[in-house]
């Protein structure tokens, strides 16, 4: 069975501070994908990336970074130089098997993040 | 840009009510999932449809819930006899099984139900 899970309940930093969220999976396939999803306070899940289990590739978009480590069993979110505007409740989750799965998402309990000014 | 829409977005019901939700998916997306989510937690898998096709359905998912696509397009989510338990924000997501984008799920903003 698959499973995800965020230590971190709730981190609260002072805008530019940097911030790193963990996420830890738990999975028997070979094949999988990890993602990260943002949740700001108006309730609707955005999507921010998604990995496949063969590419552990660390990833930057602007402020947002990845760090994907099989070894560990790890997929973990740095903001860097956070932002008011980054204070939501982060999501990362996990879907198993190739292109013939379901691929519905088993999600962790999420990160809430607080930037304050 | 049409996003995946719900509707409605609120929905205040007496415990023992019959409700339905309402799931637009992007165009193009032949996958279509339903989740439920509760105060504090991560969203939990309920049932998804590839096309008309209902593949899979949660434990969670009991005889008192029951979902459709029947045109492939859009879907409905039904709870009858509705429960305080049943109180929760039901999220639906859509996605394609192809291109690049393959298996990246968007989400709708959901519809809160409170069963009083």
């Known amino acids: 069975a698959q499973k995800v899970t965020q230590a971190q309940t709730e981190i609260s930093v002072v805008e530019k501070e940097d911030v790193t969220l963990d996420c830890v999976y738990e999975?028997?396939?070979?094949?999988?994908?990890l993602f990260w999803y943002k949740q700001p306070p108006s309730g609707e899940l955005v999507f921010l990336i998604r990995?496949?289990?063969?590419?552990?590739q660390n990833e930057i978009s602007g402020r947002y970074s990845w760090n994907f480590q099989k070894s560990t069993s790890s997929f973990n979110f740095t903001i860097t130089a956070s932002q008011v505007v980054d204070s939501a409740v982060y999501f990362c989750?996990?879907?198993?098997?190739?292109?013939?799965?379901?691929?519905?998402?088993?999600f962790g309990g999420g990160t809430r993040v607080l930037v304050k000014p | 840009d049409t996003g995946v829409s719900q509707n409605p977005r609120h929905k205040i019901t007496k415990r023992g009510q019959n409700v339905t939700f309402r799931c637009d998916p992007i165009?193009?997306?032949?996958?279509l999932y339903w989740y439920r989510q509760t105060l504090g937690q991560g969203p939990e898998f309920l049932t998804y449809?590839?096309?008309?096709?209902?593949?899979?359905k949660s434990r969670l998912l009991s005889d008192r819930f029951s979902a459709e696509r029947p045109k492939g397009s859009f879907s409905t989510l039904e709870i009858q006899r509705t429960e305080q338990g049943d109180s929760a924000m039901y999220l639906c997501?859509?996605?394609?099984?192809?291109?690049?984008?393959?298996?990246?799920?968007?989400f709708g903003p959901g519809t809160r139900l409170t069963v009083l």
């Open positions: 997501a859509s996605s394609s099984t192809r291109g690049a984008s393959y298996n990246e799920q968007f």
């Open positions: 990995r496949n289990s063969f590419d552990e």
């Open positions: 989750a996990l879907s198993e098997g190739g292109k013939a799965a379901g691929n519905k998402l088993t």
């Open positions: 449809f590839q096309n008309e096709a209902q593949l899979e």
């Open positions: 165009s193009e997306h032949n996958r």
């Open positions: 999975t028997r396939d070979t094949t999988y994908y």
